[in-house]
């Protein structure tokens, strides 16, 4: 005996019909996302660049009353000159690849007189009183003419780099205030490779506290983005 045939029931197809959206619907949400994605690029790049723009605005614009600089602040700031120069060894290098220290610079002619020499000697103390923070700086001697440096000052140069450099191009940079010489004054030199100050012409040791003091406070408002070392 066969089965009876069982009944079929047919279900209508169910569909769901979704509005597709319009061609300026599109274009506005593409629109969007390209702001919504430029914006946070922009801030990404706002983030890297904060705390070297902080810094700066710190040293060179939010001053409290009554403390002024002793260096003279140089505006706008000079690079260094893309020139090549040579160290007392012969090896040569451009001027640019000194960046990514503070350089502490004096400028002398290589027969270094009595004054060059105190120069010298100042630098380095100067230097030594910055403790912890002297590895983030650099002891410079711009030697601008082609004479001997005297060999009796050599060992108490080792930790300095001195290099010599075409003086007419190291005049369209480094400048001297008025009425001095260039070998008058130190000059200070930031990691970007910008001479961004001078102090004042033959220092005294009063002199060279308050410069010691200067370069404390740059070092400190630069220590959230600057590091030992290039």
């Known amino acids: 005996m066969q089965d009876a045939p069982r009944s079929k029931t047919h279900h209508p197809l169910g569909m769901t019909v979704y509005d597709l959206p319009s061609p300026s619907e ?69 001027m640019p690849e000194l960046k990514g220290q503070w350089l502490f610079i004096s400028v002398a002619g290589g027969d270094c007189s009595t004054d060059c020499q105190h120069q010298l000697y100042l630098q380095r103390q100067i230097l030594t009183g910055l403790g912890k923070d002297r590895a983030r700086t650099e ?5 601008n003419d082609q004479a001997e440096v005297p060999r009796s000052i050599l060992p108490a140069l080792q930790e300095a780099t001195v290099v010599r450099i075409d003086a007419g191009a190291l005049a369209q940079w480094l ?6 010489k260039l070998s008058d004054h130190l000059y200070l030199v930031d990691p970007q490779g910008q001479w961004m100050m001078r102090f004042p012409a033959n220092l005294t040791a009063e002199g060279a506290l308050k410069t010691k003091r200067d370069i404390e406070r740059l070092l400190r408002a630069s220590s959230s ?5 290039r």
């Open 26 to 94: 599109v274009v506005q949400t593409d629109a969007k996302r390209t702001s919504i994605g430029r914006f946070r690029m922009l801030l990404v790049l706002l983030v890297c660049a904060a705390p070297v723009v902080a810094s700066y605005f710190a040293y060179y614009v939010v001053r409290p009353e009554g403390r002024r600089n002793f260096g003279e602040l140089i505006q706008p700031v000079r690079a260094l000159p893309d020139v090549q120069v040579r160290g007392l060894g012969g090896e040569t290098l451009q």
């Open 139 to 143: 002891w410079v001697w711009l030697v």
């Open 175 to 180: 400048q001297p205030a008025q009425g001095q």
């Open 225 to 229: 983005w600057d590091e030992a070392g």
